[in-house]
């Protein structure tokens, strides 16, 4: 079904990321290339875009049941990674470095009550320099992902309705 407009839908796609600075588009370039088939499927995910993550953003979180942050990594040796995110102290000064684990204890402290459930999805980038396209490598780690995400929506979608995976 279909959300009505300004109401909060049980799942939360944050894709982030810069788009100028080539690979690291790879989390806006997701939920862009997703998109279509949650309209299609008329899934209750909303779709969020973020330059970087901010404190702010625990706002987002509310009343969810599912966040899945989204962005480029060089540091992971596969096309994808996928982990489940625990909240964690942000021992940074600047607003920079926060991760999404630091959101959830944000959150926690702010609200008083858990967190949704919370993964992270990491797409190997390759090129992060200032360019306006992806490397090869990237767009292929992309489509992956898409179909990965794809997987893991239904996945989680049909546990939580109860029914059979």
Do not use: C
Request: glycine share 4%; proline share 6%; no cysteine.
């Amino acid at each position: 079904m279909l959300q009505e407009e300004n109401s909060i839908t049980p799942i939360l796609l944050l894709g982030y990321g810069n788009l100028a600075r080539g690979d690291d588009a790879l989390g806006p370039m997701l939920l862009e290339n997703i998109r279509p088939w949650i309209r299609q499927q008329e899934l209750p995910v909303d779709l969020l875009h973020e330059h970087q993550l901010q404190a702010e953003l625990i706002m987002d979180l509310r009343e969810r049941d599912l966040v899945i942050f989204i962005d480029a990594s060089a540091g992971i040796n596969s096309a994808i990674d996928f982990i489940r995110v625990e909240p964690e102290e942000n021992s940074s000064f600047t607003t920079h470095a926060v991760t999404p684990g630091a959101l959830l204890k944000t959150f926690i402290d702010m609200y008083a009550e858990p967190p949704p459930l919370t993964y992270f999805m990491s797409i190997r980038g390759y090129d992060f320099s200032i360019r306006e396209a992806l490397t090869q490598q990237a767009t292929d780690n992309l489509a992956l992902a898409v179909e990965f995400l794809k997987k893991q929506l239904i996945k989680e979608i049909t546990e939580s309705a109860g029914e059979p995976a």
